[in-house]
């Protein structure tokens, strides 16, 4: 089982370029998450989903929109991206049988807009 | 909206040496917490977690944490640290029915020679 996987890994962009991240999981989670981690500020929730069918926006959605495929899959779109989008983007999926607030995350994709 | 603080940013500590990394939560109820670590480059890692029962949880690697309710605290420990302990070190703390969590802004740890 690969747990949850996140495309790409690194990615560099211009100023106003979109891009989509890919996220997905086959943990069988209902839940899925994104979040975006700067130096000194943990992680902050930009959008999630409780469950397939629903999104809801966390603390910091703006300049972001997201989409869930299916149960396996939570994509995060940038429509215009700004530098104050740098950063590392982790997705994260919850909702096993126990323990349902437990998140298990992906391996991160390190953003950059010049 | 419950609220996590780590008073500590960057902690330094020898190796063999013990590690105590502070946590303090806001919330009216019972909270959900968690420990996660992050090595370099990498995700994150569930460390240990606490729900109920036993204020003493043990975790990987050979941490452990323990919830105070009095304190509104839930202190990672570990009595004899390891050159492969660095990295940085989130608290996080959640709720029953509801899935979302808040992380700490996360404590960098240093392990020298």
């Known amino acids: 089982n690969a747990g949850v996987t996140q495309t790409p890994k690194f990615q560099v962009l211009k100023t106003g370029q979109s891009m989509t991240l890919q996220c997905a999981q086959d943990?069988?989670?209902?839940?899925m998450y994104w979040y975006r981690q700067d130096p000194g500020m943990g992680l902050r929730l930009i959008y999630y989903?409780?469950?397939?069918?629903?999104?809801d926006k966390g603390e910091v959605p703006n300049g972001y929109n997201v989409s869930r495929l299916n149960k396996r899959e939570f994509s995060l779109r940038l429509e215009s991206a700004a530098p104050s989008q740098t950063s590392v983007y982790f997705c994260?999926?919850?909702?096993?049988?126990?323990?349902?607030?437990?998140?298990?995350f992906g391996p991160g994709t390190r953003l950059t807009v010049l | 909206a419950q609220s996590v603080t780590q008073p500590d940013i960057h902690i330094t500590v020898s190796e063999g040496a013990s590690l105590e990394l502070r946590c303090n939560y806001s919330?009216?109820?019972?909270?959900?917490l968690f420990w996660y670590v992050q090595s370099p480059g990498q995700g994150l890692q569930l460390l240990l977690k606490?729900?109920?029962?036993?204020?003493l949880v043990q975790g990987i690697k050979g941490f452990e944490a323990e919830f105070k309710r009095s304190q509104s605290s839930f202190n990672l420990r570990k009595p004899s640290v390891h050159w492969s302990d660095a990295a940085e070190y989130f608290c996080?703390?959640?709720?029953?029915?509801?899935?979302?969590?808040?992380f700490g802004a996360g404590t960098t740890v240093t392990v020298r020679a």
């Open positions: 994260a999926t919850a909702g096993g049988t126990s323990s349902y607030n437990e998140q298990f």
């Open positions: 943990m069988n989670h209902n839940s």
């Open positions: 989903s409780a469950s397939e069918g629903t999104t």
């Open positions: 919330y009216g109820a019972t909270p959900y």
């Open positions: 606490y729900f109920s029962g036993d204020t």
């Open positions: 996080a703390v959640g709720k029953s029915n509801d899935y979302k969590l808040s």
